[in-house]
């Protein structure tokens, strides 16, 4: 299959860029990783996360979902934009929820890729993933050349940064690996470190979700333990600290442009009523989020968002933290 054509197709999707890694390049990278994963299991560092632990299996063994699967396309689509600061009386929305859940709209995208694979190459087989699908994305992606490990945990592009989501196609076609980059490292750097509100980067590249503020406030069905409460600050549903002060995401990272609409500002602009409902967008009115009386109100207000993931009793949890933590905050 001629590489232009996918070319073409990909960045007609509107992603921001991706790469191919080998079966051989995949596997090896999963066996070094799942020690690591194991390790971070066996302290707990999971939290409640119970379906990573379901999943291992075929997370680390891709045979598992497409058997004999010779190569894997990682693709990354931005959401990064510059956030303006909120006044005291709004949460803020970590910029990866700003927009229409990326679950949906790129499990969209991958299968629509999948199907013109196979209209190019008839026979050929192909598996989509994104996030909560059944692979380990940054690995699967830094094989394929997209980028390399922070010390805050996140695959980072060297000229773009880190707010990219991944999502992932495994075919059985050969296609023609991405070649590899040197890629650079943190070096000396420990901004994200020391910016973490709770600590939860308790060495490089090594993150307790139990104190980490995107697992507080979106995975956790529970409280929020009470001695990290005050440490969320603003935060309402998820967490960019590690990554806005990582230098990777300054400058010249943020004069890309959002490729997919639905990730965008303008998505939704029009009638109020339509606007509210299809974006979550940057912040939230914490009165009106409290005020929200029951979960058809909610799905009417969120449904399509990220948001959902919280559902009604977890974002009124969080807007109730936040609205604690309010005195002078944002
Ligand atoms: C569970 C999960 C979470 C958990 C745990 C996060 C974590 N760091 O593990 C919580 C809920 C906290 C979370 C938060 C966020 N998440 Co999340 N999450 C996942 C998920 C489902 C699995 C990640 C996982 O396997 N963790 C287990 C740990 C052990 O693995 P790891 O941290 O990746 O591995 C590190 C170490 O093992 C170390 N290492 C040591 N030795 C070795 C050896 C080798 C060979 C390698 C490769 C690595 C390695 O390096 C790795 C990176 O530092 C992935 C999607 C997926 N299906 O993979 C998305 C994913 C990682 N999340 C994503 C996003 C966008 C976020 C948030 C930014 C959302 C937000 N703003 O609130 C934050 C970022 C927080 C952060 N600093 O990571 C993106 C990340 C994109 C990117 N550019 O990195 C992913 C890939 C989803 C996607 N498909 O787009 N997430
Ligand atoms: S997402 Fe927030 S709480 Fe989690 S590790 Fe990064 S800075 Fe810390
Ligand atoms: S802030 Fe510094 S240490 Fe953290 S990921 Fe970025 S470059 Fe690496």
């Given at each position: 299959m001629k590489q232009i054509?996918?070319?073409?197709?990909?960045?007609?999707?509107?992603?921001?860029?991706?790469?191919?890694?080998?079966?051989?390049?995949?596997?090896?990278?999963?066996?070094e990783h799942h020690p690591v994963f194991r390790k971070w299991l066996k302290k707990g560092m999971e939290a409640k996360m119970e379906y990573l632990k379901r999943m291992e299996n075929d997370r680390y063994h891709p045979d598992n979902k497409l058997p004999g699967f010779k190569s894997a396309i990682a693709l990354a689509a931005w959401y990064g934009y510059e956030q303006k600061n909120c006044s005291k009386d709004r949460g803020r929305i970590a910029r990866y929820a700003a927009g229409r859940d990326y679950h949906?709209?790129?499990?969209?995208?991958?299968?629509?890729l999948a199907r013109w694979l196979q209209a190019?190459?008839?026979?050929?087989?192909?598996?989509?993933?994104?996030?909560?699908?059944?692979?380990v994305d940054r690995v699967i992606a830094a094989a394929a050349g997209l980028g390399f490990f922070g010390k805050n945990t996140c695959?980072?592009?060297?000229?773009?940064?880190?707010?990219?989501?991944?999502?992932?196609?495994?075919?059985?076609?050969?296609?023609?690996?991405?070649?590899?980059l040197r890629m650079p490292n943190c070096g000396d750097c420990r901004k994200c470190i020391e910016a973490c509100p709770t600590g939860a980067l308790v060495a490089p590249g090594v993150l307790d979700a139990r104190k980490c503020i995107a697992y507080l406030t979106i995975e956790n069905k529970g409280p929020i333990p009470a001695a990290l409460r005050p440490k969320i600050g603003?935060?309402?549903?998820?967490?960019?600290?590690?990554?806005?002060?990582?230098?990777?995401?300054?400058?010249?990272?943020?004069?890309?442009?959002?490729?997919?609409?639905?990730?965008?500002?303008k998505y939704g602009a029009g009638p109020p009523e339509r606007a509210v409902s299809v974006r979550a967008g940057e912040s939230l009115d914490l009165k009106k989020v409290l005020s929200i009386k029951n979960d058809g109100e909610f799905l009417k207000r969120f449904a399509g968002t990220p948001l959902m993931r919280a559902k009604r009793k977890g974002l009124q949890r969080n807007?109730?933290?936040?609205?604690g933590n309010a005195k002078g905050a944002c």
């Open positions: 054509l996918l070319e073409k197709f990909i960045k007609r999707q509107g992603w921001s860029f991706f790469g191919v890694a080998d079966r051989e390049k995949i596997l090896n990278a999963l066996k949906n709209v790129l499990t969209r995208k991958l299968k629509e190019e190459n008839p026979g050929a087989k192909t598996y989509v993933s994104v996030d909560s699908g059944p692979m695959l980072i592009h060297p000229q773009k940064g880190s707010y990219f989501f991944i999502g992932v196609v495994l075919t059985d076609l050969d296609l023609t690996p991405t070649p590899s603003n935060r309402l549903f998820g967490c960019d600290a590690c990554q806005e002060v990582c230098p990777f995401n300054l400058g010249r990272a943020h004069r890309q442009k959002i490729l997919i609409k639905e990730f965008g500002k807007a109730r933290v936040v609205l």
